[in-house]
């Protein structure tokens, strides 16, 4: 948990002060000097630092206690001088110093020792190798920009500390304002888990930040991180962040479809589902959703474009609509009126183009129409300047507007340089600007569909669960033979083909006695089938089962041949991957051959509700396949559903399944059958 002392210090010492502002040391104090820190500063160097406003102290033995110590110093001397501040009573630390975890293994061993010292005195510390932290109480970083408090302003955890400067500057531009920010550098002890839990068991909702934009290296935790993320978004705040380094996980040599699939991205995404927060790849795009956060909220996805440039109406409107947002045409007879307000030229089908020409009034005429036409639920104004005239009256119609509309509407101000004065302007009065119109669209879609977002427990079909602990029981480590695929799939009450393996030639008979044909037969040993051509089709009659078999032994490493109705239908999939400390991640979409090349799937971590499980179907780009297409029947939905939801719930109750693979379901509107199912355990 994290000391009070950190959050509210009423004594500061900066280990290794300076007075020179180009050094960490002596930034800091600058920061904290102008921050206007209102409790004792002690600058602790053993060369003398005289600055107004602080007490100088030669030597760490000299101090005394303080609730805070800063510490600027080379790494190596950092533990000795923990140990004697906590010998004084000082209970939180942020340490700039890097040369820890970051620098190799005798890094990582002084970090351990320095955070296991930390915790058994059971204080706080942040960092190694960060730039600090920024609140109310004090500015206690050693860079620029230091953004103007403002309690109803974003919070921002970030694990690189140059990123988050990066950040803070371009985002203050936009007119998006802050309130804490947290550097957690190396996050020895005090991670992005630990911050949101102090969100989270601090949060007022009469004076706590809504908004919390997170820009992460490592999660330590998943399920701590998912359970204060929850409670936060719950308790009506806002989240949305950047993971980077997920393209490493990949290199996973997987032995499944799934585990091909399931890369560290597609664990992150799943995670950020769960907790609703929205997943941003780039500081523009984090930027851009933290300043739709901060407007006013949209409750439809039907969006009216109003420009004065067409080509940056059609850039919004290809980012709204290729995202899942609509921008619904305006029918004539409807705007009509509309119309002949503006300037001859104007369109009004929406987008809703009033031409260069197009003054601040005729503006104020469309938002005023859209405000009150139903089928519109929020505006996106884009408005730059050639140079050529002031805009300052178009933009305090946009201001007005943005005070007295129902709706919201999204301004984008994108002349930066010749509508600098007037941009500033509008800003200054507490609005956010969207400089870039396909940053917006993308932004508005991805808040927009993090706004559903399913926090219902979910509860577990039934299942035969003795029957399947005793199963993964008994089994031993890796993959699972067909028969207790079968008998693990029938404890979890997932349907299968009918089947039986033979191993031999003269078990192939009884076999086939209880199949109808046509019938398929397949390899068992090589994990991929279809690539050693293992699997053969629509075998009529014993004469050509025969064949079959001796064609399928031959291939190497075959072990023994299955026996298989044949069921017709499309190709669907589902799957699960253990993914460490995440628990399992839920995959499905289209089967078959299919699966890979066209990567159509949705995921979600284990277990899942309905709604959750439902929303992942929807998403998929085949499902119309579920509704009829091109006059064939839809799909059964519902039994989809419920394989999807036992297969979830089949690896939270055997978590020793670390991949599990049905490929293909076959479905059509009345059925689906598993056909081939590959399971591996690891005990």
Not at 153 to 169: H, Q
Not at 657 to 671: S, Y
Request: net charge negative; aromatic share 6%.
């Amino acid at each position: 948990m994290i000391a009070p002392e950190l959050i509210t210090p009423k004594s500061i010492a900066i280990i290794g002060a300076s007075e020179n502002t180009t050094k960490p040391g002596g930034k800091v104090v600058e920061n904290l000097l102008n921050g206007q820190f209102a409790g004792q500063l002690f600058a602790v160097n053993n060369r003398p630092v005289n600055i107004p406003g602080l007490t100088y102290v030669p030597n760490i033995e000299q101090l005394g206690y303080v609730d805070l110590a800063i510490i600027v110093i080379p790494a190596i001397y950092c533990y000795e001088t923990v140990r004697k501040l906590l010998e004084n009573g000082t209970k939180a630390f942020i340490i700039f110093s890097a040369g820890f975890s970051e620098a190799g293994e005798n890094g990582i061993a002084l970090e351990q020792q320095l955070t296991a010292m930390i915790d058994k005195a059971g204080a706080t510390l942040i960092g190694p190798n960060c730039i600090g932290v920024i609140n109310d109480t004090y500015k206690g970083v050693f860079t620029t920009p230091v953004p103007e408090y403002d309690p109803t302003g974003c919070e921002l955890i970030s694990s690189s500390g140059a990123t988050a400067v990066f950040f803070l500057e371009a985002a203050l531009l936009t007119g998006l304002r802050f309130s804490n920010v947290y550097s957690i550098g190396n996050a020895a002890q005090t991670g992005v888990e630990e911050i949101l839990e102090y969100m989270d068991h601090t949060f007022d909702p009469k004076t706590s930040p809504r908004v919390k934009l997170l820009y992460l290296e490592n999660i330590k935790n998943p399920f701590k991180f998912m359970r204060h993320a929850i409670a936060l978004r719950q308790k009506g705040c806002q989240l949305a962040a950047i993971k980077a380094g997920y393209s490493e996980a990949g290199s996973r040599a997987a032995s499944s479809h799934t585990g091909a699939l399931a890369t560290s991205d597609t664990v992150i995404r799943a995670l950020f589902k769960k907790c609703g927060i929205v997943y941003c790849s780039s500081r523009d795009e984090l930027i851009a959703v933290a300043s739709v956060f901060r407007t006013q909220k949209l409750e439809g996805n039907n969006i009216a474009v109003i420009t004065h440039a067409g080509g940056s109406a059609v850039m919004l409107t290809d980012a709204l609509t290729s995202n899942g947002m609509n921008v619904p045409p305006l029918p004539a007879e409807d705007t009509a009126a509309l119309l002949s307000k503006l300037n001859p030229g104007s369109s009004v089908g929406n987008p809703i183009d009033f031409l260069a020409t197009g003054t601040a009034a005729q503006l104020g005429e469309i938002i005023d129409f859209c405000e009150n036409y139903e089928s519109i639920d929020g505006m996106a104004v884009v408005f730059g300047s050639p140079g050529l005239f002031n805009v300052r009256d178009v933009y305090e119609v946009i201001d007005n507007k943005m005070n007295t509309c129902k709706k919201p509407i999204f301004p984008v101000l994108p002349s930066l340089i010749n509508a600098e004065h007037e941009i500033k302007d509008f800003l200054a009065k507490g609005r956010v600007n969207f400089p870039d119109e396909v940053n917006l669209g993308k932004a508005l879609a991805h808040v927009y569909r993090s706004s559903s977002v399913y926090f219902d427990k979910p509860i577990l079909p039934k299942m035969d669960i003795v029957s399947i602990r005793t199963i993964i029981n008994s089994s031993s480590h890796g993959f699972l033979n067909p028969s207790a695929c079968r008998e693990l799939m029938e404890a979890a009450g997932i349907e299968s083909a009918l089947q039986t393996e033979v191993q031999r030639i003269d078990q192939l008979q009884s076999g086939l006695k209880d199949m109808r044909y046509p019938i398929v037969m397949k390899v068992t040993g090589p994990v991929h089938k279809t690539e050693v051509g293992g699997v053969i089709l629509n075998i009529n009659d014993a004469q050509q089962a025969e064949a079959s078999y001796k064609k399928l032994i031959s291939i190497p490493d075959a072990k023994g041949v299955i026996i298989q109705e044949m069921v017709s239908g499309e190709e669907l999939y589902c799957g699960a991957v253990k993914q460490g400390g995440f628990g399992h991640v839920v995959l499905c979409g289209l089967g078959g051959i299919f699966l890979e090349l066209l990567g159509d799937a949705a995921s979600a971590l284990a277990p899942m509700s309905r709604e959750e499980v439902s929303a992942m179907v929807e998403s998929l780009k085949g499902y119309p396949l579920f509704e009829g297409y091109r006059n064939r029947k839809g799909l059964n939905k519902d039994k989809y559903i419920d394989i999807i939801m036992r297969v979830g719930a089949l690896v939270h109750i055997a978590p020793e399944i670390i991949e599990l693979d049905l490929n293909p379901i076959m479905a059509n509107a009345q059925e689906m059958k598993v056909v081939d199912v590959r399971i591996r355990v690891e005990k």
